[in-house]
C-alpha cells in the first residue's frame, strides 16, 4: 500500500502544540511514558499467548530495548509484545479518541506550577505524545502479533501523519525519536546519554516487571555480530510487593501508585499484606489522596491488577475488592492461581474470594488505624471517600460492623466536627436507648425540620445525614453495639414518655380534647395520608408529615423510581401540635360545628404546609397557592 497522509483532529493538533512549545520542569517523562506503554504491550502478548495458545507469537524472551545513535542523534524504545495492526495504529496514535482529551488540555493550560504540568503527561491516554516534547520527528514501526506485515507511522507534530504498510518488521512496536539539540537551559537534556537514560530507568521504571536492556555505552545493538558486548538490564525487575519494607522507600511506592494509578499526587496510604500457608499472596494496596472526578460514573475502571506468580493475569480484576472500595489501586500477586483460567472462571475462583474478604478487612482496618493515630488523614479520607464506603453498609452485611466503627457523621453535637457512632453512644442521656438521626439535603435544611424541635428542646443529640446513600443504608441498618437506629421522621416517639412533667393522665386528656378533630382530618385528607395524631415532637410548628416506621420515606422512593424500580407510594402520617395556637384554634372551630368548606380548605392548608416544612411539594402545588392567597386576602 502506498504511503497515506492524514490531518490530527483538532483536539490532538492543540495537544500536540501545547506538547511542543510548552516548557516543563522535567522532560524526561516522556521516557516513562514510553517504556509504560512497551511494558503494557508486553503484558498483553503475554496474557493473549495463555489465552490462545495456537496464537503465533514469540514469547520466549519478551523485554524491552532502549537503543540510541548519537550521531544521528536517535532514540529508540523497542519491545517484542502484542504490537498494532494497520487499523490500530490509524486509531490509537492517528487520533484521540477519548473523551477526557478536552479536560486535559483545559488542565494543561491551567496548570499553575510545572509539578502539576508534569503530573499530568500521561493522563487521558495521551502518553505517546510525551515524545514530542524532546523530538522534531517521531516514528513508530510495528507488527500485531500473529500478523505477517507491519505498519509504519511518521509525524514532525505539524498537524500531520502519515501511515503506511512495510514488510520485514519483527514482532512488537518500536518508537524512534529524531532528538531536539540539547538545551539545558529549557530543561532538555542529552536523551543519547547512557547515564541519563540510566537516571530516568532507574527513576520512573526500577519496577516494570520486563528487562529493560541498553547496549553498555549506549549504543545501538541492532544487527551487531555474536561478538557485541551484552546489553545490560537498567532495571531491577524485582516487584516492589515482594521485597521487604526495609528494602524499599516510600518514593518508590509513590512512583508504583502513579503509574498504576494513573495519578500524579502521592497516595494518602500505602498498604502492605503478605499471607503465607495453604495459600501464599502478597498485595500492596494505595488509598489515593483524593477522589477521582469520575468515581460515581458506571464507566469508572475499578479493581486491582491481579498477577500470579509475577506473571500478569488481569489489569483491572474487580473481584478482588468490594465495589465501595473502588478507590483503591493496588497489585495482588497470588501464587497458586492456575495461568490460564478465564475472566468468568476467575470470578468463582474460591481463592479469589478468600483474598477478596481479606483485603477488604485489612483496608478497613487500616482506615481505622488512621482514625485513632492520625486525624488528619482520617478526615480527608473520610472527605473524600466516606460517601462511597458508606454503600458497603447496604451492600456487605459481613462488613458492616467494621464500616460503621469508621464512620463518621454530622450531628447536633458540634456545628462542624463530625462524630463516630461509638462517641454518639458515650455521650447517650441515661435514659436514652435509641441513635436518633434524620436524612435531608443539607445540614440547614434538617435543622430547620419541624423534626427536631423537641429533640432540640431536650438537648438530645441527632445525626444530621446528607448524602444521597444514606437513604438507603440507614434503612438497612438495625442498630450499632445494641442500640437502635431510629430516624425522628419516622414511627411513633414519645419522649415525654419518661418525662416526670408529663403524666398519662395529661396526654389522655389531649386524646380525648382532639378525638373528633383527627378523625374528621382523617376523613378529609384520606387520599394522601393513612392517619392524624397528635404529635410529642413538635414544640413550634403546628404539624408534621411522619412515615410509618416500616414504610420507606418519600426520598427513598424518589431514588427507587430514578433507578427504574417501581414501589407503591406509602400514604404517611400527619401529626398535630396540640399546644399550637392554629391547631388550637382548628379544633374549637370544628366543635363548634364548622365542618364546611372553608375548615376543610385549612385542614388541606396545614397539610400542605407539613410537606412543605420538610422539603417536599403539594401534590397541587397551583390549588396550595390559590387557597393560601385566598386565605392572606381576607386576612388583610
Not at 503484558?43 to 507469537?57: I, P, Q, T, V
Not at 510545572?114 to 516514528?139: C, H, K, N, P, R
Not at 483460567?341 to 470470578?347: G, P, T
Request: include cysteine; charged fraction near 30%; aromatic fraction near 8%.
Amino acid at each position: 500500500m502506498p504511503t497515506e497522509t492524514f490531518e490530527f483532529q483538532v483536539e490532538a493538533r492543540q495537544l500536540l502544540q501545547l506538547m511542543i512549545h510548552s516548557v516543563y520542569s522535567n522532560k524526561d517523562v516522556f521516557l516513562r511514558e514510553l517504556v509504560s506503554n512497551a511494558s503494557d504491550a508486553l503484558d498483553k502478548l503475554r496474557l493473549g499467548k495463555l489465552r490462545e495458545d495456537s496464537l503465533d507469537a514469540d514469547v520466549s524472551d519478551l523485554h524491552i530495548r532502549i537503543d540510541v545513535d548519537k550521531d544521528a542523534r536517535t532514540l529508540t524504545v523497542r519491545d517484542n509484545g502484542i504490537g498494532m495492526s494497520y487499523d490500530e495504529v490509524g486509531q490509537l496514535i492517528g487520533t484521540i479518541a477519548n473523551s477526557g482529551t478536552a479536560k486535559f488540555l483545559q488542565e494543561l493550560r491551567e496548570a499553575k506550577d510545572a509539578a502539576g504540568a508534569e503530573g499530568l503527561i500521561g493522563q487521558f491516554g495521551v502518553g505517546f505524545y510525551s515524545g514530542f516534547m524532546v523530538a522534531d520527528e517521531v516514528t513508530l514501526v510495528t507488527r500485531r502479533a500473529g500478523e505477517s506485515r507491519g505498519t509504519r507511522w511518521s509525524s514532525r507534530g505539524e498537524g500531520t501523519y502519515t501511515l503506511e504498510t512495510v514488510d520485514d518488521v519483527p514482532q512488537g512496536t518500536s518508537v524512534t525519536l529524531h532528538l531536539k539539540p540539547a538545551d539545558p537551559e529549557n530543561q532538555l537534556h542529552d536523551y543519547t546519554s547512557p547515564w541519563k537514560i540510566r537516571e530516568i530507568i532507574k527513576r520512573y521504571s526500577d519496577f516494570v516487571t520486563w528487562p529493560i536492556r541498553m547496549a553498555p555505552d549506549g549504543s545501538d545493538t541492532a544487527g551487531e555480530s555474536d561478538e557485541a558486548p551484552e546489553p545490560e538490564t537498567l532495571n531491577s525487575m524485582k516487584a516492589l510487593w515482594a521485597r521487604s519494607r526495609e528494602e524499599v522507600t516510600d518514593e518508590e511506592y509513590h512512583e508504583l501508585y502513579k503509574h498504576i494509578g494513573h495519578d500524579w499526587r502521592d497516595p494518602l496510604e500505602t498498604i502492605r499484606l503478605q499471607a503465607e500457608g495453604t495459600f501464599e499472596y502478597q498485595a500492596l494496596l494505595f488509598i489515593p489522596a483524593h477522589a477521582p472526578h469520575d468515581l460515581f460514573t458506571r464507566d469508572f475502571t475499578r479493581g486491582v491488577q491481579l498477577y500470579a506468580k509475577r506473571v500478569f493475569i488481569m489489569d483491572d480484576c474487580e473481584a478482588l475488592l468490594p465495589p465501595y472500595l473502588r478507590f483503591v489501586k493496588g497489585v495482588v500477586d497470588a501464587a497458586d492461581l492456575s495461568l490460564n483460567v478465564s475472566r468468568e472462571i476467575l470470578q468463582q475462583d474460591r481463592h479469589i474470594e478468600m483474598m477478596r474478604r481479606r483485603l477488604t478487612k485489612k483496608v478497613l482496618s487500616t482506615v481505622k488505624d488512621m482514625m485513632t493515630k492520625d486525624k488528619d488523614r482520617y478526615a480527608t479520607f473520610w472527605r473524600e471517600f466516606g460517601t462511597v464506603l458508606k454503600e458497603g453498609l447496604v451492600t456487605d452485611s459481613e462488613s458492616r460492623e467494621a464500616i460503621l466503627a469508621v464512620a463518621s457523621f454530622a450531628s447536633t453535637h458540634h456545628d462542624t466536627e463530625p462524630t463516630t457512632l461509638k462517641q454518639y453512644v458515650e455521650r447517650m442521656k441515661d435514659d436514652q436507648d435509641d441513635i436518633y438521626y434524620l436524612t435531608g439535603e443539607s445540614r440547614q435544611s434538617i435543622e430547620n425540620s419541624p423534626h427536631m424541635e423537641a429533640f432540640r428542646d431536650r438537648g438530645i443529640e441527632v445525626l444530621l445525614l446528607t448524602d444521597p446513600v444514606d437513604e438507603v443504608w440507614a434503612d438497612a441498618v438495625d442498630e450499632f453495639e445494641g442500640k437502635k437506629l431510629r430516624s425522628v421522621a419516622k414511627g411513633q416517639i414519645d419522649l415525654d414518655a419518661k418525662d416526670d412533667d408529663a403524666s398519662d393522665e395529661e396526654r389522655q386528656g389531649q386524646s380525648e380534647e382532639y378525638a373528633g378533630l383527627l378523625g374528621w382530618m382523617g376523613e378529609q385528607l384520606d387520599e394522601d395520608i393513612k392517619e392524624v395524631r397528635l404529635s410529642s415532637r413538635l414544640t413550634v410548628s403546628p404539624a408534621c408529615v411522619v412515615s410509618d416506621a416500616q414504610d420507606l420515606t418519600p426520598a427513598l422512593e424518589n431514588m427507587y423510581r430514578a433507578m427504574g424500580q417501581e414501589v407503591p407510594r406509602a400514604k404517611r402520617i400527619l401529626e398535630l401540635n396540640p399546644d399550637h395556637r392554629l391547631v388550637k384554634g382548628l379544633n374549637q372551630a370544628y366543635k363548634e360545628g364548622g365542618e364546611g368548606t372553608g375548615l376543610a380548605e385549612t385542614a388541606e392548608l396545614l397539610y400542605g404546609l407539613a410537606v412543605l416544612a420538610e422539603g417536599g411539594q403539594p401534590k397541587e402545588p397551583a390549588r396550595f397557592v390559590k387557597l393560601m392567597a385566598d386565605r392572606l386576602e381576607r386576612a388583610i
